[in-house]
């Protein structure tokens, strides 16, 4: 199928089934300064208030058809400026500048399930993961599956790479590598992860909660003084390894009071299973985001992790579920649930809340001019971080009512 969209209209011709015209729902631009940046928009089933269709009358048939793709990801080459993007229901295609607006193609694939995400590796090869846990490949038109990466049909959430080291994350636990372009991959079991030193906001007694379940209690170390003496575990403080809770009885003397430990990621009693919607490959280092606010990283390769972000409170925590990630020059940003957004200037040792003024949820998340964040997400979220504070989008103006994800920058200005 071929698509053009002008000013004005839109029009498509499938020329393998009737000279009819079609309408493809395709893209919203938000033009910054210095910047253009495309805004693809993962177009739900349910979502509401999406943009006006519209589409001319076949010549051939005087018949007004609509159709409307759902995409979910998208990606630009490099060499020709081409967006390649994926989406619900085995959709693939490509968008081109035709100079008057933009020429979409959509290929025919067999594959029935949905493409959550479309990434450019080594060697110019380009993947895609679907919803039930398979890698496909794409070369101009052609989309061919390689692998599965799930038994249980998890479905495969983010792609990324450095060098020639692929990792792909998703549901349950879905962590795997290749290092051959995709054709192969090693599936990445997360045993115990390390949780560096916390210091306890106060000496006073009482509970603390550490943020985790499934607590290795023989690698607990609590360092932490009562009358001259170190604390001893059911006299001064007590530990639910399962449910992650410190109780602590007496008073600790002057100085700091800490704890450290290894845990698996998960729920009580069920450590491993996790989702995993962001990976970010960088050098030397990869890291994980997902649900339970974890931020995982490690330095080899997948052997060993540790625990980022971690904190202790009092009250439970209503922890954040991170949906996407990306860095750029040493820099980390995720975005998740609830308009929660943290950056990382270090590479991911430490990180900041950007609180936004917004509760729906962030799918979307890039830098640009290097180092300034912007994100996207549902109903049209669409926003700048720039002077220390979120420069948002008009979305009334601008029409913005649909779930955002992609941020593409165009190059040609």
């Known amino acids: 199928m071929d698509v053009g969209l002008g000013r004005n209209r839109c029009w498509a011709r499938d ?6 015209n079609q309408m493809i729902r395709i893209s919203a631009a938000w033009q910054l300064p210095a910047t253009r940046l495309a805004v693809l928009w993962a177009i739900f089933a349910i979502s509401w208030g999406a943009p006006t269709l519209w589409a001319q009358n076949s010549p051939d048939t005087g018949v007004n058809f609509i159709r409307t793709v759902d995409m979910v990801s998208a990606i630009v080459e490099d060499d020709t400026g081409q967006i390649i993007f994926s989406g619900k229901s085995g959709v693939v295609g490509t968008l081109s500048d035709a100079g008057a607006g933009m020429v979409a193609r959509i290929f025919r694939t067999d594959v029935k399930d949905d493409f959550l995400v479309i990434e450019k590796v080594a060697n110019d090869i380009v993947l895609l993961g679907s919803s039930k846990g398979d890698i496909y490949t794409y070369q101009k038109g052609d989309v061919k599956k390689i692998a ?8 495969i959430l983010d792609i990324d790479s450095h060098a020639d080291l692929i990792w792909a994350s998703g549901g349950r636990g879905l962590l795997a590598t290749s290092t051959n372009g995709g054709g192969d991959w090693t599936g990445v079991e997360i045993g115990t992860v390390i949780q560096p030193e916390l210091t306890l906001p106060s000496r006073q007694p009482g509970v603390w909660y550490l943020g985790v379940s499934n607590i290795d209690s023989e690698s607990v170390v609590f360092n932490a003084q009562i009358n001259g003496r170190p604390a001893v575990i059911d006299e001064d403080f007590e530990l639910d390894v399962d449910e992650g809770r410190l109780t602590v009885f007496n008073q600790l003397d002057q100085g700091a009071a800490s704890i450290s430990f290894r845990f698996q990621p998960g729920p009580p009693y069920r450590g491993g299973d996790v989702t995993w919607s962001a990976v970010i490959a960088d050098a030397g ?17 997948g052997k060993q992790w540790v625990r980022r972000d971690g ?10 579920y991170w949906l996407c990630g990306a860095s750029r020059n ?20 430490t990180w900041e809340p950007l609180p936004i003024d917004s509760q729906e949820g962030v799918f979307g998340v890039d830098f640009i001019d ?3 964040p912007i994100v996207a997400g549902a109903v049209g979220l669409l926003g700048i971080y720039r002077g220390g504070s979120w420069a948002m989008a008009d979305r009334t103006v601008l029409g913005l009512r649909s779930w955002g994800k992609n941020m593409l920058q165009l190059t040609g200005g």
């Open 285 to 301: 280092v990869v890291t994980l985001a997902g649900e339970f606010g974890l931020i995982l990283q490690s330095t080899d390769q």
């Open 311 to 320: 904190v202790i409170t009092r009250e439970e925590p209503a922890q954040s």
């Open 148 to 155: 599965s990466l799930s038994a249980y049909s998890e479905p």
């Open 330 to 349: 040493g820099k980390i940003i995720l975005g998740g649930a609830a308009g929660k957004i943290h950056l990382s200037s270090d590479s991911g040792l």
């Open 15 to 20: 020329t393998s089934i009737k000279k009819w």
């Open 370 to 372: 290097d180092d300034t």
